[in-house]
């Protein structure tokens, strides 16, 4: 079945800097790519995903990039912020029936955004 | 928004004993799923749904029966519970749409301990 990685597992950047999560799939006919944000305490909310027909998608300071050659995705945060401290899952789709997908998920990427 | 309840929010069993976790969904939607969070290892299938009367096996089923006697309702049965069940708990429930992308919301989660 399909196997998600995503580095790295712990991720601290400075207030205003960058972040960025890789994920890399292993079964070609995946075709959505979403991304969940889970805050301490919480459970996971969607926050931007991306589809198999599209390369970039941006939502706000939030830019999802996927490669289907190199079968990989990543995200990326600009500008980041206190509150965009949290755990941050990747996830690809899975064919469990030909009319029925089912999500994969990585391992989780814990992210502290420090002043 | 998708409401998803899950009761009880904490539990601590015994092990060899019964446990179950109950969800409730608000929103008609048809997919109901089961996860394990674990650190390592993310948000893991138990067991997922498409409709009242159906339960499917998902990428760790073993251990765990699943329920889903109505659209609204779906429960993840121990029937006997080892340490290794010690985990949070997740429901989620969602419909995907033409190409398969689908938004899962999820529960708030449910603590498990077995003793």
């Known amino acids: 079945g399909e196997q998600v990685e995503q580095l790295p597992s712990i991720l601290r950047v400075q207030e205003g800097s960058s972040a960025s999560i890789n994920c890399s799939y292993e079964?070609?006919?995946?075709?959505?790519f979403p991304w969940y944000k889970q805050e301490p305490g919480e459970n996971p909310k969607l926050i931007i995903d991306?589809?198999?027909?599209?390369e970039r998608k941006q939502i706000q300071e939030l830019i999802v990039l996927l490669d289907k050659k190199a079968k990989r995705f990543s995200l990326h945060i600009t500008d980041t912020q206190p509150g965009d401290s949290a755990m941050y899952f990747c996830a690809a789709s899975e064919e469990a029936s030909s009319s029925f997908s089912k999500l994969v998920f990585g391992q989780g990427t814990s992210l502290s955004v420090v002043p | 928004e998708a409401a998803v309840t899950q009761s009880p929010r904490n539990k601590v069993a015994v092990t060899g004993g019964k446990v179950t976790l109950s969800c409730n969904q608000t929103n008609n939607h048809n997919n109901m799923y089961w996860y394990r969070q674990d650190t390592g290892h993310g948000l893991r299938l138990i067991h997922y749904?498409?409709?009242?009367?159906?339960?499917e096996k998902g990428d760790i089923p073993d251990g765990y029966k699943a329920s889903r006697p109505s659209q609204e309702n779906f429960s993840l049965i121990l029937e006997l519970a080892t340490p290794s069940q010690t985990s949070v708990y997740f429901c989620?429930?969602?419909?995907?749409?033409?190409?398969?992308?689908?938004?899962?919301?999820f529960g708030s989660g449910t603590r498990l301990t077995v003793l």
């Open positions: 749904s498409y409709g009242a009367g159906s339960t």
């Open positions: 079964d070609s006919a995946s075709n959505y």
């Open positions: 991306i589809r198999s027909n599209m």
């Open positions: 989620a429930s969602g419909d995907q749409d033409w190409g398969g992308a689908e938004t899962l919301y």
